[in-house]
Nanobody
Framework: QAQLVESGGGLVQAGGSLRLSCAASGSIFSINTMGWYRQAPGKQRELVAAISSGGSTNYADSVKGRFTISRDNAKNTMYLQMNSLKPEDTAIYYC??????????????WGQGTQVTVSS
């Protein structure tokens, strides 16, 4: 089983920036898609951004031009650079990976979440 550890959340004023990190460890043979999701109070969890093993990316319309997703395959780590933050970006941010374990079975796992709060 893979484990994900997220870091980088916090409190920031509107217009500010934060960088989230998600480090994967454990029984991992390879990682396919990595993604960031968020869930605001009273709302469903939504995809923020995702990146394939080849580096292809996709973003939610609400964050295009402000957020950048990247990954370091050598470190099994994913990042989310968040600029021009808005109060509506306030949420718990979760990382998610689709990966093959040491038995080459496809698996999916979530991180514990990190709180991002943007004050107006």
């Amino acid at each position: 089983q893979a484990q994900l550890v997220e870091s980088g959340g916090g409190l920031v004023q509107a217009g500010g920036s934060l960088r989230l990190s998600c480090a994967a460890s454990g029984s991992i043979f390879s990682i396919n898609t990595m993604g960031w999701y968020r869930q605001a109070p009273g709302k469903q969890r939504e995809l923020v951004a995702a990146i394939s093993s080849g580096g292809s990316t996709n973003y939610a319309d609400s964050v295009k031009g402000r957020f950048t997703i990247s990954r370091d395959n050598a470190k099994n780590t994913m990042y989310l650079q968040m600029n021009s933050l808005k109060p509506e970006d306030t949420a718990i941010y979760y990382c998610n990976i689709e990966y093959r374990n040491s038995f080459l079975q496809m698996r999916n796992t979530w991180g514990q979440g990190t709180q991002v709060t943007v004050s107006s």
